[in-house]
């Protein structure tokens, strides 16, 4: 421990590396960081509702094309996904001289398009799961309170399926603040693009790399103990009950 | 036909290097993921620790960071290690990670965190009576992990197993980032070189999804054996 | 500490090459980052070429030593010398004190200046803070040009810093980039002489200040490799006397100089 501090303490007294500067930009990073989660989760989780609805359907020109895109946007790379949208927009004729251009010239974006549609992939698949694996005897039930099968969506299945899905959400979202790395590829200055920067310029793998890890990580727990808290309170009716 | 721009050679030379990459990654983190699984349900104290230090930090921090750390900083560490028993003990030895021995480490480490909690929790489905019962038999300690716990352990991981293995798949990807000339490597060099991105990323995401689903159609045959002597609605 | 102890024993079983200390001349191995036209890219069939190559292979035969080309990520390539993974860096390395304090440079072999392009159709001035303020400027990163612009526009410009000169010029094509900062020869070529786009050059060629542009390019050596460096150094200034440096500059860069 004493090692550790006598380490720390010499890294600081002439550290060029953590100046001012670079702290800035891993402050900046971070912003962008959770910015570009935060965002992509909440569209991702809105279109996945009624996706995910329409996934079950019993019609199969809905059902179908729903599958598709889930098989497709979960069965190929985020980055390759990130590719083709970032350098493919640019081929959509005449976008250039449009009103869109000005918020796709800029990677964000793009890259919010990307993830959005990515995360959206993965969560239908997890709601469709909890919607699949809603209890019989809640359906029968409702059913026989006379409930149209569009009530029922609304007032049983999709409550009880929002709970079952949490922990696989919980993850999904994790999963999403990690793969929101690979922005750096397309010049967004996120954490990790700050890391890059950082390790480019002094040449030092460790401090760079390391000290992002450690922000990550933080923001890692963070989430899972805002799960935790969520699964306690919602999921409070499916504990055993304790004396 | 698509016009590949001569590219169409390289692009199945790095098909085949995100395929080698993979599949030498998923044994090592099937390895890992054993150990580590082990350790976990140890009796030590400190074997549980490490285990637990090792899934956590894995687990906690993006893939593609811990690449470039590995990437970037491993080889520095090594040396710092040889100068180290340099100068400590006159041992003079060069240890060289070439970059696609460095991607399986990496992606091996990362998974192994990944499937030591597969694993775990696949042990931990196995019914205590069956262990019993070979005991009972006079089976030892091995043969019991041979014949009774690794056979139904693997039943209740192959799901786990199969999910792993497609996001390792897709994580391959993020060599390209560092330098490796997998698929996504050749396929970023030629949108540029061609200036034709749409060509060669479809084509990516193509083989992608083949390997996806021929995978999805092997583990289905591996369950279906592992579920000898079960129904399916278990 | 523990992750870098598990990766080193990790590795051992891996690949372990017993290696000498000693450092005469030998056979080596010369990092180069691609693409980056016309000093060093590759052909579709995947063939390296360019200036730095064709030169290189020139001065090893001059030393009399076998010389093998080994691909590395620019943001990786000092690391990788220092690292032993090869035992030179010829790659439009700018020679620079920053860079003196990692690496052990040879002779400067060619002096390019920096220039800014853009977009024909892009009204810039020549470039000032005023005139680039609010404007999105691409540099390669970890470059010179990287630090330049970092430091004197990184304030009121946006900086987009790309891992290859080629994801930028993509970038420029598209429109997402307002100019580039970029070694004069490799601009030309990838800009200007290309069927791709309309570009301009911008201002004037820099070079000042020093202490980010250099003394022109040099081949990097590990500082204790002096004799290596010697080598490379004797056998360039034969090369410039008897010729066989004029013609591979011709074959890339013309006759004008």
């Known amino acids: 421990m004493e090692a550790l501090i006598t380490w720390l303490d010499s890294r600081l007294a002439d550290n060029s590396i953590f100046t001012l500067q670079t702290l800035s930009y891993y402050g900046e990073g971070l912003v962008t960081t959770v910015q570009l989660v935060f965002l992509s989760l909440v569209l991702g989780l809105v279109a996945a509702v009624p996706l995910a609805i329409g996934r079950g359907a019993k019609r199969r020109w809905v059902r179908l094309p729903i599958f598709l895109y889930c098989y497709v946007f979960r069965g190929t790379p985020l980055l390759v996904q990130l590719y083709l949208i970032y350098y493919g927009v640019v081929f959509v004729e005449g976008i250039q001289e449009t009103w869109l251009w000005v918020i796709l010239e800029k990677p964000f974006v793009p890259a919010l398009i990307a993830f959005t549609l990515n995360t959206a992939a993965y969560t239908t698949e997890i709601f469709h799961g909890a919607i699949k694996a809603t209890a019989k005897g809640e359906i029968e039930a409702a059913r026989a309170y006379g409930m149209s099968q569009r009530l029922m969506m609304r007032r049983i299945i999709i409550p009880s399926a929002f709970r079952r899905a949490l922990p696989a959400y919980g993850n999904e979202v994790i999963f999403m603040l990690h793969a929101s790395a690979i922005a750096s590829v397309v010049t967004i200055m996120d954490l990790t693009g700050a890391a890059r920067f950082v390790y480019a310029r002094f040449y030092a793998p460790f401090e760079a790399f390391l000290f992002v890890a450690a922000i990550y990580l933080c923001l890692t727990f963070a989430i899972l103990y805002l799960f935790r808290y969520l699964e306690k309170r919602l999921l409070a009716h499916l504990k055993p009950a304790s004396g | ?234 | 500490m523990t992750l870098r102890t598990t990766l080193s024993l990790g590795v051992l079983g891996v690949a372990m090459i017993v290696g000498t200390a000693n450092a005469e001349v030998r056979d080596i191995r010369i990092a180069v980052d691609v693409p980056y036209e016309p000093m060093e890219y590759r052909t579709p069939e995947g063939e390296l070429t360019g200036f730095d190559i064709d030169l290189g292979n020139a001065l090893c035969a001059e030393i009399g030593i076998q010389c093998e080309w080994v691909v590395q990520g620019w943001d990786g390539i000092i690391p990788g010398l220092m690292a032993r993974k090869y035992d030179a860096i010829m790659s439009s390395m700018t020679i620079n004190e920053q860079r003196r304090e990692q690496v052990l440079f040879s002779d400067p072999y060619i002096t390019p200046p920096s220039a800014w392009f853009a977009p024909a159709d892009v009204e810039i001035g020549t470039p000032s803070e005023e005139t680039l303020e609010g404007m999105t400027i691409g540099v390669q990163r970890g470059t010179l040009q990287d630090n330049y612009v970092t430091d004197m526009y990184g304030d009121v410009a946006d900086v987009n810093r790309y891992a290859t000169a080629d994801d930028m010029v993509l970038d420029m094509d598209s429109g997402r980039l307002d100019a580039v900062f970029l070694d004069f020869p490799i601009g030309k070529s990838t800009l200007i002489d290309s069927e791709a786009g309309d570009y301009k050059v911008v201002g004037e060629m820099i070079t000042e200040p020093k202490e980010y542009f250099g003394e022109g390019f040099g081949i990097a050596f590990r500082q204790r490799d002096q004799e290596l460096a010697d080598a490379f150094n004797e056998a360039l200034a034969a090369l410039q006397e008897d010729g066989t440096y004029d013609e591979i500059f011709e074959e890339y860069f013309g006759e004008q100089e």
């Open chain 2, 1 to 234: 036909m698509i016009d590949l721009h001569g590219y169409g050679p390289r692009l199945l030379e790095g098909a085949l290097v995100t395929i080698e990459l993979a599949l030498l990654s998923l044994v090592l983190a099937i390895v890992l993921g054993l150990v580590t699984a082990s350790a976990k349900m140890s009796r030590s104290w400190l074997a549980h620790r490490i285990g637990t230090l090792y899934t956590t930090i894995i687990r906690g921090v993006p893939d593609l960071v811990l690449m470039m750390l590995m990437f970037f900083g491993g080889q520095i560490g090594i040396n710092q290690f040889t100068d180290w028993l340099y100068t400590q003990f006159a041992i003079d030895i060069f240890i060289n990670v070439n970059e696609f021995a460095a991607g399986v480490i990496t992606i091996g480490l990362i998974f192994g965190a990944y499937m030591g909690e597969t694993f775990r929790g696949a042990f931990l489905a196995v019914d205590s009576g069956q262990i019993e019962a070979g005991r009972a038999y006079g089976m030892n300690h091995w043969l019991v992990f041979r014949r009774i716990r690794f056979p139904q352990m693997m039943r209740h991981a192959i799901p786990g197993l199969s999910n792993n293995w497609m996001v390792l798949l897709k994580t391959t990807a993020l060599v390209s980032v560092i330098g490796l000339s997998d698929m996504v490597r050749i396929a970023t060099e030629a949108s540029k070189a061609t200036r034709e991105p749409f060509t060669f990323m479809i084509i990516v995401a193509a083989i992608y999804l083949l390997i996806a689903s021929v995978s999805e159609w092997g583990f289905a045959r591996l369950q279906k054996r592992y579920n000898v002597g079960y129904t399916e609605a278990d």
